[in-house]
């Protein structure tokens, strides 16, 4: 099998081999820092649908080893975990272990902890190659941002395909992450609010600081709902309860208990998703279809960014400059709500 140099160790679509046999994320290479050149890619026992599509027997199947999967953001994740429970609600005798990155972030890393008992196991990368069981159904799926079709195909359908499941086969109720709901979740005991999330993991699909204020009037105006979000906003009606989230389910329940959201391309869009709340969600980078195409709750906002398109993630400063032109150019007193947006006047 060919050795990869450090640059194709590092952008391949998939996980690697080691010279001693052990299974290694390239993310973990590239976070710790360590030596990325002598490894190969993993045996073609393994599936691994960018090198050949395949339709899993998962029929035949009794517990799935999925390596790598599914990214080390908690978007990437939430999203990912819904095609595994698409999948688990077909074949219900199936269970799952999940390689992951250790270097992933804590914050992602406990989401999964929430979920394990619901799908099986999550163990830490590396492990060594022989310890996976040879006759058991074993699929790669690491490094997916250079897989060519994440970044053509919605998100869902991609972890779909990825795991040798038709996309089209799975209705769209089971990819709208409603597996977040069976969560065991703080309960609030704020009152009644609107949540604005607008950071998501790069600044290019983020909402730039210098339009925040303007979104948060919207949103009281619209609602008459108290305000909270996650960051700071130099807005009289608006509180930053960035602090309070403890951890992952702290985060989950703060979402899922709000009555409206506003949002970027983010985690919170996928986590809104999960528990019906309605959703505004502005796109930049990537078209609404992309990813909020299964959402019944969300109405999307599509910033004209063609130059833009694609991009997974973006610092420039001439990338960030015309971000945040279109942003100040956008009305915001025709920024849509989502039907079922719930006014103070509604609650009782």
Request: aromatic share 10%.
């Amino acid at each position: 099998m060919t050795t990869l140099d450090e640059v194709h160790a590092l952008t391949h679509a998939g996980s690697l081999l080691s010279r001693s046999g052990e299974i290694v994320a390239p993310y973990d290479l590239e976070v710790s820092g360590d030596d990325a050149s002598g490894f190969t890619a993993l045996p073609i026992d393994i599936l691994n649908a960018g090198r050949d599509a395949f339709e899993a027997d998962y029929a035949h199947a009794r517990r799935v080893h999925l390596i790598n999967a599914f990214g080390v953001t908690l978007g990437d994740s939430v999203i990912g975990l819904s095609a595994l429970f698409a999948v688990k609600r077909r074949y219900r005798h199936l269970a799952f272990t999940i390689y992951r990155p250790a270097c992933a972030p804590r914050y992602v890393h406990r989401l999964y902890e929430l979920v394990e008992l619901l799908f099986g196991q999550v163990v830490d990368l590396p492990v060594p190659l022989a310890s996976l069981p040879g006759d058991a159904l074993k699929i790669d799926i690491g490094n997916q941002l250079f897989w060519p079709r994440f970044a053509s195909m919605p998100m869902i359908d991609f972890f779909l395909w990825a795991m040798g499941i038709e996309p089209a086969s799975i209705p769209a109720g089971d990819k709208r992450n409603r597996w977040l709901a069976d969560l065991r979740l703080p309960a609030s005991s704020a009152g009644p609010y609107a949540l604005f999330c607008p950071d998501a993991s790069t600044p290019v699909r983020s909402i730039p600081v210098s339009v925040r204020a303007d979104i948060v009037a919207r949103i009281a105006d619209e609602t008459g709902l108290a305000v909270y979000g996650f960051g700071a906003v130099a807005h009289p009606r608006y509180r930053d309860i960035a602090p309070l989230p403890a951890d992952t389910a702290d985060f989950l329940a703060w979402i899922g208990q709000a009555r409206y959201l506003v949002t970027a391309d983010t985690a919170a869009l996928h986590i809104a998703a999960g528990f019906d709340v309605p959703t505004t969600a502005f796109f930049t980078s990537f078209p609404a279809s992309m990813r909020a195409r299964d959402y019944a709750s969300c109405v999307a906002v599509e910033l004209d960014l063609p130059h833009l398109r694609g991009m997974h993630a973006s610092a420039r400063a001439a990338d960030l400059d015309a971000l945040e032109r279109a942003y100040r150019a956008y009305d915001w007193r025709a920024m849509p709500f989502a039907r079922g947006a719930l006014h103070a006047r509604d609650i009782v």
